[in-house]
């Protein structure tokens, strides 16, 4: 992870950004570069060999809880802690440098975490943040699996913008490795339907830098 990264071009963040301005997510196949793929499916792996994931749950703080009938899946965060999630950091820098260019959404803080779902890991329909809470603002989701096909499962359904229970989804994108999802996390129903193998991934979710008494919070 010596060398520069490609880094999108202008004409695939604008792709992006007429996406999320428009419809509130965005599907682009292939965005994450080859190299950086490697090195992060690489790294998952040796993670899971090691036991480093735990159970994902729901919830934040004292409301956080492990429900299997709601979510089946492992994970564990990201730290910069090697060359292959430093070299992550900067690529999703890039892609919030545009966000906030383009759409002035004011994104500040970033946090991110491998998944693993299992064989038969779920995830039921959700919003990644409570409409209002601004506690997460843009979701991404990055795909490192390998030789992924429609009959593998494991595919992220999406519905539109404050879609109702009654509304039918909008699209189901299925894991191909290098693909990146990205979606406003406040108003863009998803679920992740039944794997027929495991499936590995990337979930990430910029915040606003909110204040207490006029002073920035600064980054923990």
């Known amino acids: 992870m010596t060398a520069p ?45 090691e036991a480093a994931l735990a159970p994902a749950g729901i919830g934040r703080e004292d409301a956080f809880q492990v429900d299997h009938s709601i979510r089946k899946t492992r994970i564990t965060w990201l730290n910069d802690s090697s060359p292959a999630q430093l070299a992550f950091s900067d690529w999703a820098e890039h892609l919030r440098e545009a966000l906030n260019r383009s759409l002035l959404l004011g994104l500040f803080e970033f946090e991110a975490c491998y998944a693993v779902y299992p064989e038969g890991g779920f995830y039921d329909r959700h919003l990644d943040s409570f409409e209002g809470a601004k506690n997460r603002i843009v979701s991404l989701v990055v795909y490192l699996n390998d030789q992924w096909s429609a009959e ?17 989804p909008v699209a189901t994108l299925v894991p191909e490795g290098g693909g990146v999802v990205l979606m406003l996390s406040e108003t863009i129903p998803h679920a992740v339907q039944p794997t027929t193998k495991k499936r590995y991934g990337i979930a990430g979710w910029w915040r606003v830098n909110q204040a207490i008494d006029g002073k920035v919070i600064p980054i923990s």
Do not use: M, T, Y
Not at 23 to 47: N, T, Y
Not at 152 to 168: I, N, Q, T, Y
């Open 5 to 49: 990264l490609p880094l999108p071009g202008d004409n695939r963040l604008g792709c992006v950004i007429e996406d999320l301005a428009s419809k509130g997510w965005s599907w682009q196949p292939g965005l994450l570069p080859d190299v950086l793929l490697i090195a992060l499916r690489d790294e998952i792996h040796a993670l899971e060999a």
């Open 152 to 168: 593998d499962g494991g595919a992220l359904v999406v519905w539109p913008e404050r879609a109702s229970e009654d509304d039918a």
